[in-house]
């Protein structure tokens, strides 16, 4: 019996609708949190007031001021994207039931809140299994991803804001309640925060750094990291694409594909007391290869020669694995082969 592809190919309609909904997502400067809502008129103090009544959380109802009665325009401008939203959602839900990765609603709300505080314009990066999940809708391909209640940002350098956005007050104004996870050590400073529980969204800052698991400070948004290895080569010219979320299409930086093939190979050699995210690197590594040999020739070559000496040969230890899980797919192991040969 043939070995199972690791992936199948969306129909060009069903991708080029996706494409829609991300183009038209990248035109909204800000996006509007929660379901998309109604607008209410109040009048009980003599001027009448718009307000958008929407669900920011599960079973919290907010109500948000619009503008004043008489303010046609106003109310119009937020009309048309209370429909836009509607659509959006609607569209969201069409692409899940043809099988393309949506996040949950939490990860909805936290990645409107940074998309609308010009984080992700500003540079910052969106690595881990969110952004492997994001990249098969990028690439049109459905595959099998492990949900992950993990959302892992990163930035290469500073990141391009007007002003310090500090990382906590962000976050904790999604009005979800997410705590500063403690710090190793005796007053080490936290680089992650978790909503509560053990199944609690958890959201990991990380920067690049010679050395696993140093913290150092981001200014920017008033706060700390992790530093991983040859992160800088993971997060060089990533690629603007989107997260679907919740009812949620969000505008966001992801790294290049091929890139991120090579660097989950080595990270997947970093995993000594995880075994279960070790073969979870790797086959995430085997799914895009696959996709780019069969569909982007020369990507993976072209990432290669940019990578160190060390990343491929932790790369090139992995082969024998590779090659069990890309059977169905041999036009990707001869390039790995090809590539690794006098690594």
């Known amino acids: 019996?043939?070995?199972?592809?690791?992936?199948?190919?969306?129909?060009?309609?069903?991708?080029?609708?996706?494409?829609?909904?991300?183009?038209?997502?990248?035109?909204?400067?800000?996006?509007?949190?929660?379901?998309?809502?109604?607008?209410?008129?109040?009048?009980?103090?003599?001027?009448?007031?718009?307000?958008?009544?929407?669900?920011?959380?599960?079973?919290?109802?907010?109500?948000?001021?619009?503008?004043?009665?008489?303010?046609?325009?106003?109310?119009?401008?937020?009309?048309?994207?209370?429909?836009?939203?509607?659509?959006?959602?609607?569209?969201?839900?069409?692409?899940?039931?043809l099988g393309m990765q949506v996040a949950d609603k939490d990860a909805a709300r936290l990645l409107v809140e940074l998309h609308n505080r010009r984080l992700f314009k500003g540079g910052l990066v969106l690595v881990g299994t969110l952004a492997f999940m994001a990249l098969l809708n990028e690439l049109g391909v459905v595959a099998v991803a492990a949900r992950t209640q993990d959302i892992d940002l990163a930035r290469r350098q500073a990141l391009k804001l007007a002003a310090p956005v500090p990382f906590l007050e962000a976050v904790q104004s999604t009005l979800l309640q997410f705590l500063p996870v403690p710090g190793l050590g005796r007053g080490a400073p936290s680089t992650s925060v978790k909503?509560?529980?053990?199944?609690?969204?958890?959201?990991?800052?990380?920067?690049?750094?010679?050395?696993?698991?140093?913290?150092?400070?981001?200014?920017?948004?008033?706060?700390?990291?992790?530093?991983?290895?040859?992160?800088?080569?993971?997060?060089?010219?990533?690629?603007?694409?989107?997260?679907?979320?919740?009812g949620h299409c969000v505008p966001a930086n992801l790294?290049?594909?091929?890139?991120?093939?090579?660097?989950?190979?080595?990270?997947?050699?970093?995993?000594?007391?995880?075994?279960?995210?070790?073969?979870?690197?790797?086959?995430?590594?085997?799914?895009?290869?696959?996709?780019?040999?069969?569909s982007e020739e020369g990507a993976l070559e072209e990432a290669a020669a940019e990578a160190s000496q060390k990343l491929l040969q932790a790369a090139k230890a992995r082969l024998p694995q590779v090659r069990e899980l890309l059977e169905a797919h041999p036009a990707a192991v001869e390039q790995l082969e090809l590539v690794l040969e006098h690594v």
């Open 255 to 294: 790294p290049q594909p091929a890139r991120f093939v090579w660097h989950k190979l080595y990270a997947s050699t970093q995993r000594h007391s995880d075994t279960a995210k070790a073969r979870k690197d790797l086959r995430q590594a085997a799914v895009l290869a696959a996709v780019l040999a069969e």
């Open 1 to 97: 019996m043939p070995a199972p592809a690791l992936y199948r190919r969306l129909e060009l309609n069903f991708h080029t609708q996706y494409a829609e909904v991300r183009e038209r997502a990248r035109t909204e400067s800000e996006l509007l949190p929660g379901t998309p809502g109604t607008l209410t008129l109040r009048t009980g103090t003599g001027q009448g007031y718009w307000y958008r009544r929407y669900k920011a959380v599960v079973a919290k109802e907010v109500e948000d001021f619009v503008c004043k009665e008489n303010e046609a325009l106003a109310r119009e401008a937020m009309q048309q994207r209370i429909e836009a939203a509607i659509w959006t959602q609607g569209q969201v839900r069409q692409l899940r039931s």
């Open 195 to 246: 909503r509560p529980g053990p199944d609690g969204l958890r959201v990991d800052v990380l920067i690049p750094g010679p050395e696993v698991g140093d913290v150092k400070p981001v200014p920017e948004l008033v706060w700390h990291a992790r530093t991983v290895p040859f992160f800088d080569y993971l997060l060089e010219s990533p690629r603007a694409g989107a997260v679907l979320a919740g």
